[in-house]
């Protein structure tokens, strides 16, 4: 297992960060030479060049970063307004289950497509309903528009990912003790006071990592961004950037110092995250 | 009567829930169905059945081998996962060694690596390998998600398994192997399901890697061949096929998921140590 996981993980990632110090191109990698960190950031004839002063690099790190920050709030919100709904005893409960089970399964291509055809600007169904309800004038361009598309990025995002949330939150959920909300009740503590003052401190480490996990995921978006609003640096995330440049642009030197630099930002927040959850995990092993 | 009043509120909003989740897929449902000119009108109910989007993604574009190709990579992924996952799990729970716990970390910082990190070096490992446009390519760079997160689902599981039978079974002279294959699998087999139901959905749903380390429609996965559906014109997107593709594609999907619904939720809070 070991062995695979070093095969597969290690060594193309030491690969990675060794391109990123050569000026490899995608049709001779044999060819690459080391050039230091040019890549990256390099000073020749009066001028800076490298990653770091590619405004379209910066332009993608702002991007992923709202991303990450508007979607996983979201989420957090939305998700633990389901699992509370989810938790409380509803005839059809096992459908309403289901039915949210159903984003989280779709390919997220295919929410992505989807979601593409609904905000079509044109015959999509989201303008053709504010039309009707008089909420907008004019047909809006969700996908195109510099200041729309990013939201139709999240509103896509927070759909497909909501249910991962719901899940994770409603399991936390079902391991509360049930005699804290019993005294509650017979104290005749007001339901919104239990829930502040009871539920979220309990579920409070899960809820932590609920939001870790989605905001790691979140991160390295590519797929749905790639999709829904190709080839656009309004929306262009961290991934999506390095992509371009490894495959589409063929330079691996640059493309990998991107992608380095984006696994490096992860890799900070992972350390920072297991460093601050230590304490509370301590307790239980 | 305010009881009454939050019941009502608590099922208007589970109402909007159910549609908030399930109305885009039976919008896309609907617009599959529809053919022509009716597909730029936006009714909410089928008014006619026509299944020429269908007929079209089989007949006219390599859909079904795309299929084949998708359910294959992602049944190889599982298999291997499985074997791999279990035999580490087993050495990462039973056994205290040093580093372990920072073995286990190590193992879950990877399933959280930016599949794009790995990119230039995947690529040249599956060139040298030969797999370039393969199958066995993309089987390869899965398991980079898949093997991961098996390996810490099933060591969360068996570390909840009582050490006696096991300790009983030593003492009578197993062997590592015996041990896994009869005394852990037969009350793995739920934890096993479900982390191979989840794998199986990963792989089946991963891009990056399936974009970019195939070249040709027959060696394509689905969410590629879904992203890349052109129209006769640049400027023409099918969206009836595309539609039904998605339709195709997710409908085994979901069905798998409604029946596990429940072995589902419980490998993903596993997965995350909650």
Sequence with gaps: ?285 | MSRGLSRAGLYLLAGIIALAAAFPFYYAAITSLKSGDALFSMDLLPRQWHWDNYVAIFAQQPFATTIVNSFWVATGVVSVSLMLGLSAAYALSRNRFRGRRLLMMTILGVSMFPQVAVLSGMFELIRWLGLYNRIGGLMLSYLIITLPFTVWVLATFMRRLPREVEEAAIMDGAGPLTIIWRIFLPPLMPAMFSTGLLAFIAAWNEFLFALTFTLTHEQRTVPVAIALLSGASEYELPWGHIMAASVTVTVPAVVLVLIFQRRIVSGLAAGTGT
């Design chain 1, 1 to 285: 297992m070991l062995v695979a996981l070093l095969a597969v993980a290690a060594w193309p990632l030491a690969r990675t960060v060794w391109f990123s110090l050569t000026d490899a191109t995608l049709a001779d990698l044999g060819a690459a030479r080391f050039v230091g960190w040019d890549n990256y950031l390099a000073y020749r004839d009066g001028e800076w060049f490298g990653v770091l002063t590619d405004p379209v690099w910066w332009r993608s790190v702002r991007n992923t970063l709202w991303f990450v920050l508007i979607s996983v709030s979201l989420e957090t919100l939305l998700g633990l307004i389901t699992a509370l709904v989810l938790l409380a005893r509803i005839p059809a409960r096992p459908l309403l289950q289901a039915a949210v089970l159903l984003p989280w399964a779709i390919p997220t291509i295919v929410s992505a497509k989807m979601w593409g055809w609904l905000l079509h600007d044109q015959f999509g169904l989201v303008n053709d309903i504010l039309l009707s309800v008089g909420l907008i004038a004019r047909p809006l361009a969700w996908t195109a528009d510099p200041d729309l598309m990013l939201g139709a990025v999240i509103v896509a995002d927070v759909w497909k990912t909501t249910p991962f949330m719901a899940l994770l939150l409603l399991a936390a959920l079902h391991t509360l003790p049930r005699d804290c909300y019993e005294a509650a009740r017979v104290d005749g503590i007001h339901p919104v006071t239990v829930f502040f003052r009871i539920t979220l401190p309990l579920i409070r480490p899960a809820l932590i990592v609920a939001v870790v996990f989605r905001a790691l995921d979140a991160l390295r978006i590519f797929d749905l961004i790639y999709v829904l609003t190709p080839n656009s640096e309004y929306t262009m995330s961290m991934s999506v950037y390095a992509r371009q440049q490894l495959v589409d642009f063929q330079d691996v030197g640059y493309g990998s110092a991107a992608s380095t630099l984006l696994f490096f930002t992860i890799a900070l927040c992972t350390t920072l995250f297991l460093m601050l959850s230590r304490p509370t995990q301590g307790g239980k092993a």
